[in-house]
């Protein structure tokens, strides 16, 4: 577990000691260290180096990564960790890619990460449009932008000649987009070969000096499948009907009142099914997205869709002929994702608003949905850090970064400082 009573910095020109006493505060470690050689050095490296970073963004970005299908970018990025001289750089079985930045000894396991996957289908053109201060093309900011910064700021910790006494694992992960459901750090957390060995977890996601996340929102995902017996439009009217079924499923669903606060929402995002339109169909579907920062809200949430679902089959098969047989529902889980919350006055969180702090950002807090989902649901000190480039359109394929080096630096430098008070903490 990440502690702040002793921090210990070794920076460009010599060594900085940053010992943290009871009575010092975060405040205080924070101003030294942003005042220290070595942070001078790497944001000098960073503001040079801003050209670099917007190349390697576009470079990935041009790479397809659409859900499940990361593996292209995962070994061009797998091949650049190992370009920047990380040790230990490998695959592991789930497809996330990850390199080692190795400390002096005695320090925190500090893993840094970010996802390769975008929410994008296969054949999505990804070619990057610049105008301007505008770059666009769609994943280019979710999460693609990060990635870039990630490899900058380990040219920056080298240019300035940073150590630390903890190792830093830079990782890209797989699946955290929609059905992916973080499969990547789901692995990395509880199966891969640093399963049970990171103390402290930073996901890094676009954004300038963002609110810190104390509150991961979970989710539950439904696919539910509606069949029957199916016939023709005329021939067979009067026969129960799978689309019936669904659009009074959705009915009911749609009418659930939220509670209020708790972020709780409920959306059914894709229906399909149906063969032609004179056909009585034999199978239709809906996916359902769940979502609450409240573990209560969010198993009520699902409690009441699963009785509405139900509830909708047997009117269903009670108000049409079952002669030909009866409507049956399949109901598959397609994304769980875990609530979590971590104390304000954690370490980490401190550590991080601090930073924030010292760089003349105004902390606030967040429940949000990420790869911190994970490990926070595990008790792992976690939090979520801009990487700089503000990004319109998230999501859309008219995603774009508006490149602000000033502010995009900015956030960087408050993230590389966080990562390094963490790293050099004592274990």
């Known amino acids: 577990m990440i502690t702040g009573k002793s921090i210990t910095l070794m920076c460009l020109l010599g060594v900085i000691a940053l010992p943290i006493h009871a009575a010092d505060s975060y405040e205080a470690a924070a101003k030294r260290l942003f005042a220290s050689p070595g942070i001078a050095a790497a944001k000098a490296h960073l503001t040079s180096d801003y050209p670099r970073i917007v190349d390697d963004i576009v470079t990935l970005t ?8 990361e593996q292209a970018r995962a070994e061009a990025f797998m091949a650049l960790l190992k370009s920047h001289g990380l040790s230990d750089v490998r695959m592991d079985a789930e497809g996330n890619v990850m390199g080692l930045r190795k400390g002096t000894g005695g320090g925190p396991l500090v893993a840094v990460g970010a996802h390769l996957d975008t929410v994008f289908p296969e054949g999505t053109d ?19 932008s990060s990635l870039g910064v990630m490899l900058g700021l380990i040219r920056a910790l080298d240019a300035a000649a940073i150590t630390t006494k903890g190792d830093i694992l830079f990782v890209g992960d797989v699946g955290e987009e929609g059905l992916g459901d973080l499969r990547g750090v789901r692995y990395l957390f509880t199966k891969g070969d640093y399963a049970g060995k990171i103390d402290a977890f930073i996901a890094l996601e676009p954004g300038g000096l963002r609110p810190l996340m104390t509150g991961a929102l979970g989710s539950k995902r439904y696919r539910a499948t509606f069949s029957g017996p199916g016939g023709h439009s005329m021939l067979d009217f009067g026969i129960v009907n ?85 409507i049956t529902l399949k109901l598959d889980v397609i994304g769980d994702r875990p609530v979590a919350k971590i104390d304000p006055q954690a370490p980490i969180i401190r ?9 003349g950002g105004k902390v606030a807090y967040e429940a949000s949905s990420t790869d911190a989902n994970l490990p926070m649901s595990l008790g792992i000190p976690t939090t979520t850090l801009g990487s700089g480039f503000s990004v319109k359109g998230m999501h859309s394929p ?16 408050t993230t590389l400082g966080t990562i390094l008070l963490l790293a050099d903490s004592k274990k």
């Open 398 to 413: 008219e995603e774009d970064l508006d490149l602000q080096p000033e502010a995009d630096i900015k956030a960087m430098v």
């Open 242 to 326: 799978p689309a019936y079924a669904m659009g009074d499923a959705i009915t009911r669903f749609a009418a659930t009142k939220a509670p209020p606060g708790h972020g709780t929402v409920f959306n059914v995002g894709i229906v399909e099914g149906g063969t032609s339109v004179n056909s009585i169909p034999s199978q239709v579907s809906m996916s359902v997205d769940m979502r609450s920062e409240d573990v209560t809200s969010l198993k009520d949430l699902e409690t009441g869709f699963l009785a509405k679902v139900k509830d909708a089959v047997t009117a269903e098969n009670a108000r049409r002929s079952t002669a030909k047989g009866a």
């Open 126 to 144: 990804v070619k990057v449009r610049r105008t301007s201060t505008r770059l666009s093309a769609p994943g280019i900011g979710d999460d693609t």
């Open 62 to 69: 041009e790479i397809p990564a659409p859900p499940f299908k």
């Open 351 to 359: 550590t991080a608003a601090a930073a924030i702090a010292v760089n």
